[in-house]
């Protein structure tokens, strides 16, 4: 398994990297890790740090790490998935390693993250969830100062403690990638891209509006 890293924090986590290659007419074609310049992310080529250089490309680190932990929790679940202890032990270790993640990453896999608590201390910076947003998606929080959570400091009324991520002051959800049909765009939904709303035409829409412009409408309030 790789951990991407773009200063300092984890923009993806994959076991199998797609490398390119620039070439001399400015395109990209796939390449095996040794020889390659790059690598996608999300749709995004990102130039490789130490290799040769990618002009108008951010920079990243790509580290291996160990998935044995991750793997053998894997195994268990399929083994055994009616052992629910081990399913919970699991999704914690899970939550724990996403409590590194930046938030851009970190609201592709909302769902991974536990809900809100009263009465929880809570730390500088970590994750939960609290409702949903406008496209009926969990709403991810992060939390700005340590404190022990109160039933009257609700996370989508005090600015103070809490930080909705991906929502545009508006309210409007910022346009993530989807990660399957499961949590895809469907028709009608509102979205911010760039800096602009846009609103599905389609159902199971996984592509932002710039990758597929058919698939959105400019949408005024």
Known sequence: MYKI???GEVLSVTGKPVWVKSQENGSFALSTEPAAHGVVVNGEVFHLSGRPEIEGKESVVIAEVDDGLYANGLTVLVTDPLDLKT??????VVQLFAGSLGEDTAMEV???YPAYQVGRAYAAGDYFTYGTNNVGDPQLYKVVQAHTSQADWKPDSTAALYTPIGLTKEGYAEWSQPTGAHDAYNKGDIVSCNGKL????IDGNIWSPEAYPDGWETYIE
Do not use: G, M
């Open 5 to 7: 890293l773009k200063d």
């Open 110 to 112: 909302a769902t991974i």
């Open 198 to 201: 846009y609103q599905s035409k």
């Open 87 to 92: 399913v919970e032990q699991f999704r914690k």
